[in-house]
């Protein structure tokens, strides 16, 4: 297993950053254990520290207007970058010509390029000469492993004796993965083993040990590769808790995501991740998203099993409305609902940890 962190990284997010579009550099800017992170490379928030940008908090991340700032830094010139990671996640994951130009730029400049996307840099000709020349590498993380090394479902799932939570969402780009990690980590800082499955490429970006990418696999092995990650996670370390990271929603029209992870993760309880102020889908002028409450009849109709939990994205409330609408959903569908990302997940453990020894049957 490679160690920890595997280098110095600038993100690159031009454009995009605090908009769904740049949620990947969001995680990244949030927590990983594969990079230090030295700085953002966004134009429009130049000057400006990430942290205090994306959640109001000062991290000690410079944004910067282009590579050549980064790079000419204080911060880099003691803490040389080594990694230039896109952290642009836009629909349809293609590249743009600017950020083409980029890439070029930071290989040339003898960078390491990892990138998520769905146009694999290892497969351009320009670019992987421009690495060869400089010694640097190309990872296309959203890149799958061959159909001979790909699984099937088996049902050894059923071996898996962790609890197993599966963070849903009603949208996409809505906060599912860093819902999940905030529950990873508060578990074990009560001293729970626990373990995430990451599903999609920004969780193995921050280090997730366990995990596909769910949207770049062939249908047919999906399930059989949710199950495999999840029961290697069970047999390598014994977790006390597995918490599986949802992808899209379940009626989202464009990324209807999730019916895997319920059929071949079979979880055992669901924790739900809801915009209160969104009302159509991220990207998807006149496309309402359903009501919670029909949201949640659909996935315990599905699974067997029930969504314990609504963890709420607080996009568009102010800090006065957020318990408001927090005490409104639990009325209205019958679950407590929590904002981890503002309040920290120790409401939400303290709910979930008696699941532990009362597993759903």
Request: net charge negative.
């Amino acid at each position: 297993m490679t160690e920890l962190p595997e280098g110095n990284a600038i993100i690159y997010c031009d454009g995009a950053f605090n908009t769904t579009n740049g949620k990947t550099a969001h995680g990244l800017v949030r927590f990983t254990d594969r990079y230090r992170v030295l700085a953002v490379i966004d134009s429009r928030y130049a000057g400006q520290d990430a942290g205090e940008i994306l959640d109001g908090k000062a991290n000690q991340i410079p944004i910067f207007k282009t590579l050549d700032e980064a790079l000419q830094s204080n911060g880099s010139r003691a803490l040389p970058a080594t990694h230039f990671v896109v952290g642009l996640a836009p629909d349809g994951g293609r590249l743009s010509p600017a950020a083409y130009k980029d890439i070029c730029t930071a290989l040339s400049l003898g960078l390491n390029v990892d990138c998520g996307l769905h146009d694999y840099l290892s497969e351009d000709p320009e670019l992987m000469k421009l690495a060869v020349n400089t010694g640097v590498k190309i990872r296309d993380v959203r890149k799958p492993p061959p159909i001979n090394e790909l699984h099937f479902f088996s049902g050894c799932i059923e071996e898996v004796k962790s609890l197993k939570i599966a963070v849903l969402g009603t949208d996409s780009a809505i906060g599912k993965r860093t819902t999940a990690w905030l529950i990873i980590k508060g578990l074990r800082q009560e001293g729970v083993a626990a373990e995430i499955i990451g599903t999609g490429q920004t969780a193995w970006m921050q280090g997730a040990r366990y995990g596909i990418i769910m949207d770049s696999l062939v249908n047919d092995f999906v399930a059989g590769e949710i199950e495999y990650a999840v029961w290697r996670a069970w047999t390598e370390n014994r977790p006390e808790v597995i918490v599986i990271e949802g992808q899209g929603s379940l009626m989202n029209p464009a990324y209807p995501g999730g019916f895997e992870i319920l059929a071949a993760g079979r979880p055992d309880i669901i924790v739900l991740q809801h915009a209160p102020a969104r009302r159509e889908y991220d990207g998807f002028e006149g496309y309402p998203i359903q009501p919670l409450a029909q949201q949640i009849e659909v996935i315990e109709l599905l699974s067997g099993k029930p969504v314990v939990a609504v963890t709420i994205n607080h996009e568009n409330l102010s800090n006065d409305q957020i318990p408001l609408v927090c005490s409104a959903i639990e009325q209205v569908v019958g679950c407590p609902a929590f904002d981890v990302l503002r309040d920290g997940p120790e409401k939400l453990i303290a709910f979930i940890k008696p699941f532990l020894t009362t597993k759903v049957p």
